[in-house]
């Protein structure tokens, strides 16, 4: 259980760990249901702001990601930090 969201998280859903920030709970994932051994892994952060989780960046693997920021993320102030707390978690999760 994170003690941010209090949501219980499985060993195999890809849960990387989660941050927050004023009222919104970011959570990041790798992406396992198309994963292949032979593929860099992918990553997606969610956010929940009180209506429910929802998917608002895609990462893919490398030393210079080019996150896809979905609706209303694109261009917003606060992605620069999100990314910078994603990758943090990606180097280093907080589910091992």
Known sequence: MTAETGEVHSGDDGWLGDFSRGPAVFAVYREMEAAHPL??????????????PRVICRIPDGSDPAPEWLGAWEGDEWCEWILK???????????R
């Open 85 to 95: 707390q994603a990758l943090g978690l990606i180097k280093r999760p907080r589910n």
């Open 39 to 52: 593929s860099p892994p992918e990553y997606r952060i969610e956010c929940n702001d009180g209506a429910g």
